[in-house]
């Protein structure tokens, strides 16, 4: 399984299992357990590799009073402002529905990539669709008149700006498996295609057996080094523009490419390289 971390959740306690089986992965996609994948293959220097790069698009806004809105149009508009430019960039990429109210973009790789370089593609693509669309925020925007409504950033990304390596003994944060159950909703998530119309682009479901085919039939990529400076120009980005394609099982692509674990009781445990988890 490459090293990568297995484990779930029992009693808000990570336990690390030995493997990941044709049975967990069945449950995982009827809707009875809903696992989580980990960025990182492990702790320490070691181990600060990741197979693939996630982008989340969830555009929350908060009040003082706790109430929580989502605007979708706009969660819509960046997606395909997202997706736009990975097109340019020569990037192939699996769009999902996260069951809540956002969404989220997959990039597989085709071989263990240094967490590092998959922290710097990801940020300099969000740099990148904040140009063209200006619905982005990077970071939460506090506005109205007392200010207190928290328009909370919509465009984050797996793994985080400074996770290049996740601090020993911990897990670094993690994101539903696709086609798997939202805890808070309920609801199943699904891959999406984007449908051009006449007049506007629309996110249109595909069926478990299309989600499936996508999904088994993606291409994998190679992501350029970062850059030894801290704040770069993205352009090197674009010399990286055909990648090879390779056909595998979604069974191989799940024990083979993530880090997995059990959320039934998931407890959200804060920020600063504890273990987290986006909803």
């Given at each position: 399984d490459g090293g990568y971390i297995h484990g779930e959740y029992v009693n808000d306690e990570f336990v690390k299992v030995?493997?990941?089986?044709?049975?967990?992965?069945?449950?995982?996609?009827?809707?009875?357990?809903?696992?989580?994948?980990f960025c990182?293959?492990?702790?320490?220097?070691?181990?600060?590799?990741?197979?693939?790069?996630c982008f989340?698009?969830?555009?929350?806004?908060?009040?003082?009073?706790?109430?929580?809105?989502?605007?979708?149009?706009?969660?819509?508009?960046?997606?395909?402002?997202?997706?736009?430019?990975?097109?340019?960039?020569?990037?192939?990429?699996?769009?999902?529905?996260?069951?809540?109210?956002?969404?989220?973009?997959?990039?597989?790789?085709?071989?263990?990539?240094?967490?590092?370089?998959?922290?710097?593609?990801?940020?300099?693509?969000c740099d990148r669709v904040a140009e063209v669309n200006s619905s982005v925020r990077l970071e939460t925007v506090v506005t109205g008149a007392d200010k207190s409504i928290r328009l909370e950033r919509n465009l984050e990304h797996f793994p985080k700006s400074g996770q290049d390596v996740v601090p020993e003994g911990q897990v670094g944060s993690g994101v539903k498996l696709p086609l798997g159950k939202h805890?808070?909703?309920?609801?199943?998530?699904s891959f999406q295609e984007i449908i051009v119309g006449d007049d506007e682009k629309l996110l249109e479901p595909l069926s478990f057996d299309k989600g499936i085919e996508l999904l088994t039939g993606v291409k994998q990529h190679k992501l350029p080094p970062a850059p030894e400076s801290t704040k770069v120009a993205v352009e090197p980005l674009k010399k990286f523009e055909k990648e090879q394609v390779q056909k595998v099982s979604l069974a191989d692509i799940i024990k083979d490419n993530v880090s997995i674990t059990d959320i039934d009781h998931y407890k959200f445990v804060g920020q600063g390289g504890k273990n987290t988890c986006p909803v």
């Open positions: 030995n493997s990941i089986t044709d049975d967990i992965l069945l449950r995982h996609l009827s809707g009875e357990k809903t696992l989580l994948a990182h293959r492990g702790s320490g220097k070691e181990n600060a590799f990741v197979k693939w790069a989340d698009i969830d555009c929350k806004i908060k009040d003082d009073a706790g109430n929580e809105s989502w605007n979708d149009d706009e969660a819509r508009s960046i997606v395909f402002s997202l997706c736009e430019t990975l097109d340019k960039m020569n990037y192939t990429y699996v769009i999902e529905f996260s069951g809540g109210k956002g969404y989220h973009v997959w990039v597989f790789l085709d071989e263990d990539t240094p967490a590092k370089d998959a922290v710097y593609f990801l940020e300099s693509t805890q808070k909703t309920g609801n199943m998530t």
